[in-house]
């Protein structure tokens, strides 16, 4: 039963199903197969040696042209271990035989392994030569389209340089016709007596100018700075800026159409007080005055203690005059009835040099 086991173990291990009990009717179908199968090989083996032997005597006798013949040829000499020696001999020569095609079979395996890795190389770089070559058409798609744009950019530029040559012809008759405007504006301003500072979108600067009279000189009167700020409902508001010239700091309100009219007004008064505001700008560089334009007063510091306040009437120096208000001393009034200047109709300069030179006070 163990040859049995060893011989289904060797053919089909399937067959070596957990029967539990040797006496199962499986088993015992294997045994009696077994049995069968050495037998029907046993016959097979006497059945070749004879089917050999009659090979033998058959190709002998086909050899041979008579009967006579058969009875004088001496027999050929047999090989050496009969026809079991040959038998195994050939045995022996198709072992080899099979061994050798086993080995070739191996190396066809390999070298059809290695058809098949380069076939898949190959299936590999043929992918990537198509998304090559796809990425090229579309590279190539991609270059007419930018040469098509660079064509289109070419042209436009084209157009854009005839444009600037035309622009740029324009704005030199623009700078020129601008220079004339500038000389236009400067003999303007010298004739309006109106200085443009800065302009922008909200503000504008101007400074006054107003041509001195044939008793004043071009430097002995101040110019004037004025700001116009805009605002959105189209309103202006005209701002005195600086307050040394002598002027009252004031602020005009306006709709837009009525600030020629405003900067005229402000022109007429600095100009009706042009001799009041040089008399009092040339009287600072020598007395300590303090000009109160609101007030219309003049406040003279003659000492630490001392101060005198004159007042200037309206149309100063030809239809008003200047008095003497008042003198003060430490804050009490000081007694002035005995000082008189010697015109008879003095003037801010007369008072200050009687005041500056009068021993009375």
């Known amino acids: 039963m163990a040859e049995v086991r060893t011989v289904l173990q060797r053919c089909d291990p399937a067959l070596l199903t957990p029967c539990g009990d040797s006496e199962q009717p499986d088993c015992a179908e294997a045994a009696r197969m077994l049995l069968y199968?050495?037998?029907?090989?046993?016959?097979?083996k006497v059945l070749w040696r004879q089917l050999f032997v009659l090979d033998s005597m058959m190709s002998l006798l086909e050899g041979l042209e008579s009967t006579q013949?058969?009875?004088?040829?001496?027999?050929p000499p047999q090989p050496e271990g009969g026809a079991r020696g040959r038998w195994k001999a050939l045995k022996v020569e198709i072992r080899s035989g099979v061994e050798e095609t086993e080995i070739l079979l191996r190396s066809l395996q390999d070298r059809v392994q290695l058809i098949h890795d380069r076939r898949h190389t190959l299936t590999q770089l043929l992918q990537q030569l198509h998304s090559k070559r796809r990425q090229c058409e579309q590279l190539a798609e991609s270059l007419q389209k930018a040469q098509r744009a660079l064509q289109s950019c070419d042209h436009q530029l084209a157009q854009l340089r005839a444009e600037s040559e035309a622009v740029l012809g324009q704005l030199v008759s623009w700078q020129r016709l601008r220079d004339q405007l500038q000389v236009c504006v400067s003999a303007v301003q010298n004739v309006m007596q109106i200085n443009l500072l800065s302009v922008s979108q909200s503000e504008l600067c101007v400074e006054l100018r107003p041509r001195p009279s044939s008793n004043l000189s071009s430097n002995e009167l101040e110019p004037l700075k004025l700001s116009v700020t805009w605002s959105h409902d189209d309103r202006f508001t005209l701002q005195v800026n600086e307050g040394t010239a002598g002027l009252v700091e004031d602020c005009r309100w306006g709709r837009r159409s009525e600030l020629s009219a405003a900067l005229l007004e402000v022109m007429q008064c600095y100009v009706g007080q042009a001799e009041l505001l040089s008399e009092i700008q040339g009287l600072r560089s020598s007395f300590a005055i303090d000009w109160r334009p609101a007030q219309r007063r003049l406040v003279y510091l003659k000492s630490a203690l001392l101060v005198c306040h004159l007042e200037v009437e309206e149309g100063y120096?030809?239809?008003?005059?200047?008095?003497?208000?008042?003198?003060?001393r430490d804050g009490r009034p000081v007694d002035w009835s005995g000082l008189k200047p010697v015109s008879s109709a003095p003037s801010l300069s007369d008072w200050l040099e009687c005041l500056c030179s009068s021993p009375l006070i």
């Open 37 to 44: 199968l050495t037998d029907s090989r046993r016959v097979q």
């Open 317 to 328: 120096p030809s239809s008003g005059r200047a008095r003497l208000l008042s003198v003060r």
């Open 69 to 75: 013949q058969l009875m004088t040829q001496p027999c």
